[in-house]
T-cell receptor
Framework: DAGVIQSPRHEVTEMGQEVTLRCKPI?????LFWYRQTMMRGLELLIY????????DSGMPEDRFSAKMPNASFSTLKIQPSEPRDSAVYFC???????????FGPGTRLTVL | AQKVTQAQTEISVVEKEDVTLDCVYE???????LFWYKQPPSGELVFLIR??????QNEISGRYSWNFQKSTSSFNFTITASQVVDSAVYFC????????????FGTGTRLQVTL
């Protein structure tokens, strides 16, 4: 079975540009999570969905960040406009149920110049 | 609020040594789950183990073992006869069940195993 798929794996962009990160969860998983990893703040949960519905977005840093899950097999995290401090590795994860292990994608390394 | 503390920032051992990674958690909830994840140099996060708060039985999986003690709010991870391939950052995480499904991660312990 394929794991969580993320694209792109690397993204380099300039400040002010729009960035869209994509995620395909494991088939059959009903929870999807977006995390950000930085040296300063470690691993932070940004937002998570249950059955395509956003449940908690309290971790989203600011209005520049938005996430959608139009169907059970696809989610996006968008940053508009991007800033250098958004540079990080963004992980998508999915799970069956809320209390079970989350399986992580390979991450997207974002660099904003 | 929940908190996970991994006091060991970095550990270096020589291959074949045993090593224990410490994890201390804080929560007022009585129902929760604890996890360990491994992040090798390639960057992905690999799930290792999940333990619920009502199961204090220790677990062994090959060279890996976990010691869960509610009395001290600890969930320590031991690697026996370490190998170079064990070199990675290891994260302990806490999940409170109920209305939220947020994983709270510790800051990680970087393990370096040398020949």
């Amino acid at each position: 079975d394929a794991g969580v798929i993320q694209s792109p794996r690397h993204e380099v962009t300039e400040m002010g540009q729009e960035v869209t990160l994509r995620c395909k969860p494991i088939s059959g998983h009903d929870y999807l999570f977006w995390y950000r990893q930085t040296m300063m703040r470690g691993l932070e949960l940004l937002i998570y969905f249950n059955n395509n519905v956003p449940i908690d977005d309290s971790g989203m840093p600011e209005d520049r960040f938005s996430a959608k899950m139009p169907n059970a097999s696809f989610s996006t995290l968008k940053i508009q406009p991007s800033e250098p401090r958004d540079s990080a590795v963004y992980f998508c994860a999915s799970s069956i149920g809320g209390g079970h292990e989350q399986f992580f994608g390979p991450g997207t390394r974002l660099t904003v110049l | 609020a929940q908190k996970v503390t991994q006091a060991q920032t970095e550990i270096s051992v020589v291959e074949k040594e045993d090593v224990t990674l410490d994890c201390v958690y804080e929560t007022r909830d009585t129902t929760y789950y604890l996890f360990w994840y491994k992040q090798p140099p390639s960057g992905e996060l690999v799930f290792l183990i999940r333990r619920n708060s009502f199961d204090e039985q220790n677990e062994i999986s090959g060279r890996y073992s976990w010691n869960f003690q509610k009395s001290t709010s600890s969930f320590n991870f031991t690697i026996t006869a370490s190998q170079v391939v064990d070199s990675a950052v290891y994260f302990c995480a806490l999940l409170i069940t109920g209305t939220a499904s947020k994983l709270t991660f510790g800051t990680g312990t970087r393990l370096q195993v040398t020949l």
